[in-house]
């Protein structure tokens, strides 16, 4: 089935230091979101994409639609202590009957 | 309450017993989705109504029955499960199947 390659699977920075993840894939979509999941809570949206080279920020995270549709960036700025958790990417098509696919997440540990 | 609520937040229960975890959604959404959360693994999608029909199973045990009494709430029924079901329970809503998806903090389920 499909799948979302995203990488990657965890990281270890300092605080302060900027932030970099992405998910590909071998399809096409016409949506792109960016959640988020703290420990113990379920996932929250950070960033939704609609368009192709679409760049959208949300105070210090910016995510961008590839231009080929098949792929999506987020970047964390000035990591702070309260940016760890995993980050998930998901695609989605516009045709309403289209699966939201879920990549595995990217885990952000940020060190002292 | 706001957004996307779940009850219990916790539940541990024996291969033999009855239980049923509840979502409720406060956003006016008239689609809820059922997801599972294991360990290192994409989330799965699980069942979708849309307009309070089951509009998608993918292939899940009958040992899960989902409900859905009307657009605000979705019951997951347990019964006879197996310790491999311990996961993390999401519940997540959406207007249409075509937009974003919203979610809720989950129930964490251990199955001895």
């Known amino acids: 089935g499909q799948q979302l390659n995203q990488s990657p699977q965890s990281m270890f920075i300092q605080e302060g230091e900027d932030v970099s993840m992405n998910c590909t894939s071998s399809?096409?979509?016409?949506?792109w979101l960016w959640y988020k999941q703290d420990p113990g809570e379920g996932p929250v949206l950070l960033i939704a994409?609609?368009?192709?080279?679409e760049l959208t920020s949300n105070g210090r995270l910016t995510a961008q639609f590839g231009i080929t549709r098949k792929d999506s960036f987020l970047n964390i700025s000035a990591s702070i202590p309260s940016d760890v958790g995993i980050y998930f990417c998901a695609g989605q098509r516009m045709n309403r009957d289209d699966k939201i696919i879920f990549g595995k997440g990217t885990r952000l540990h940020i060190l002292p | 309450e706001t957004g996307v609520t779940q009850t219990p937040r916790h539940l541990v229960m024996g291969m033999t017993n009855k239980k049923s975890l509840k979502c409720e959604q406060h956003?006016?959404?008239?689609?809820m989705y059922w997801y599972k959360q294991s360990a290192k693994k994409p989330l799965e999608l699980m069942f979708v109504?849309?307009?309070?029909?089951?509009?998608e199973n993918n292939s899940v045990p009958s040992r899960f029955s989902p409900e859905c009494p009307n657009s605000s709430h979705l019951f997951l029924h347990l019964h006879t499960l197996q310790p491999e079901d311990s996961a993390l329970y999401l519940c997540?809503?959406?207007?249409?199947?075509?937009?974003?998806?919203?979610f809720g903090p989950g129930t964490r389920l251990t199955v001895l």
């Open positions: 994409l609609y368009k192709a080279g």
């Open positions: 399809s096409i979509f016409n949506t």
């Open positions: 109504y849309s307009l309070e029909e089951r509009v």
């Open positions: 997540a809503s959406s207007q249409g199947r075509e937009n974003e998806q919203f």
């Open positions: 956003l006016g959404h008239n689609a």
